[in-house]
Every structure is written in structure tokens, then in C-alpha cells.
């Protein structure tokens, strides 16, 4: 099925767990700009080696070099059908970047879901990954920089993908699976239907 999704949400939603599962409902590519860098930083490739110290600080990796990875996913084959964002857009200047790119090609995003996270249970999520899987990004200080971003940067983009009547705020308060439901019921209400993956 045709879909362009975006999924935004603070650090510790949940968002990289939801966006997997929404994108394997409807059978598109997850696009997660986080994922990518950090493949980079795995493998030791030139864009690995430029965006590294970016990343562990957790601070963004800059706009043009970002939007140039993600249009280079976007054009790749499994995307011309539909594809789901995750990290990207995170600033106004990449919702720019992003526009002109989708209008180029006469798209344009189907729905946007924001996940809506308190403040302290993203903090007491993100301390708990932190433990668990040890991201080199995930010390106390990142994780401040990377919340502050997304209250002063990310934040606003939902001011200018909601005048064009795309958003849905999701409760991410829950159960994974509730949480998954919330998100199927207001795509089904948008005529995107995903079903669960068996
Ligand atoms: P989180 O949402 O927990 O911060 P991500 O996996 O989305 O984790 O991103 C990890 C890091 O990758 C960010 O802190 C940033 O350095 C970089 N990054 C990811 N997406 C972007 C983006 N759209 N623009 C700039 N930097 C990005």
C-alpha cells in the first residue's frame, strides 16, 4: 500500500519500536536517519567517521548532510511506494528540505503521528535503556541535549505539518500494544490499513 509516514516523538516514546511495526503492517521500509548514522559509525565509513563525536554528544548531525542521506534513501527502489521516517524531519529546515524533495516528485506525507510522552517517563525510560543496552549516546548529559533539541527544534515542526491536517497525537502512555492500537485506529480513520503482522 501506498503510504508516506512520518513518526515523531520525544527520546524514550517509544517511536523506533511503533515505526517498525506500522511500517511492516503496511509493508513499506522504515527510514530512521538514527539508524543509519550509527550503521555509518559501526562500519567505519567516511560518513560514520564525520558524524560520530556529532552523535554521541547528542547534538544534530548538520541539516544538508542529513537531508542529502535521507534523499539518498528515499530514491532508492523499496521507497517509491512508500516509506516511514523516523528521526527525520527534526528541525524546520529540514521539513523545508524534505518538502522540496517530496514535490519533486508530486508527494507529499499521508499522516504524521506524534507520540505524546511526559517529559519524566521519557527520562525514566531513556535512563533504563541506558542500563540496558548502553548507547554510547545515552549518558546523562546526551540524553539532556537530545530532549532540550526536541523541545525547542522537533516540537515546532508539528505547528507546520498540523496546518496542513496530517497529524495525529497519539498517547504513548501504555502497553506497546495499546499503544500500536491507538496508532492503527487513526491511521484506519485516515484509510491507511495496517494490520498486524502476523
Ligand atoms: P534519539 O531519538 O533517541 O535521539 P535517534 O536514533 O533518532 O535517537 O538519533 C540519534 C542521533 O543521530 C541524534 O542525536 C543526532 O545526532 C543524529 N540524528 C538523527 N536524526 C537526525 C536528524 N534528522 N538531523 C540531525 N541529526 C540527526
Redesign the pocket.
Known sequence: MSARLLIV????SG??TQGVRIAEALGIPVV???????ANVAQGTELGQQ?KA??D???????E???AV?RDRLSQADAAEGFLL??????LA?VMHLDEFLEGRGESLDAVIALVVPREESLSR?TARASEQG?A??TEE??A??LG??ERETAPILDVYGTRDVVDEIDGVGSLDEVTARIFAALEARGLHASPAA
Open positions: 516523538g520525544p527520546q524514550g517511536k523506533g530512521s536517519t538514527g539508524d543509519v548514522f550509527r558524524v556529532i552523535i554528544g547528542g547534538s544534530l548531525v548538520p541539516d548532510l542529513t537531508s535521507v523516523d528521526g527525520y524531519p527534526r528541525n529540514q531513556l548507547r549516546d545515552d546526551a540524553i541535549t537530545r533539541i526536541y
